[in-house]
Structure formats: structure tokens, C-alpha cells
């Protein structure tokens, strides 16, 4: 998978070997970056941003174009 992947709460869970409510929870604190479409989509995750929260790292700001 390249850092550009965007996965699911649920592919997200089996990526990073947690439950999905660990990555709802984490999305939800802020401690893990990602984004919905609409109100009450589904989460979306890039997977540069999910190996970051699985190495620790807090999220970073992105610049906007």
C-alpha cells in the first residue's frame, strides 16, 4: 500500500491490529487524523497518517492548497 491509501475504520482495524472502537475512539480525541464526507459518514484514514499513530506520533497539521 502507498502513503496516498485511504482505508476504512474497519481495513484500518486489521492494518494497525486493534479493534475498530480504538480508531473511533483515537479519531474522535484527535489523536489520529482522518475525515468524513458528510455528517455521520464513515471515517476515513490515510495510511501515512494511521503508521503514524501507531508509531506514537501525534498528528500534524496539513496545509491547505
Do not use: F
Request: charge should be positive.
Amino acid at each position: 500500500m502507498s502513503d496516498a491509501t485511504v482505508l476504512g475504520v474497519n481495513a484500518s482495524a486489521l492494518y494497525a491490529d486493534c479493534h475498530p472502537k480504538t480508531l473511533l475512539r483515537a479519531l474522535r480525541r484527535g489523536e489520529l487524523r482522518g475525515y468524513q464526507r458528510g455528517q455521520n459518514c464513515k471515517w476515513r484514514i490515510y495510511q501515512a497518517d494511521l503508521d503514524a499513530w501507531i508509531r506514537g506520533e501525534r498528528p500534524v497539521e496539513r496545509k491547505s492548497a
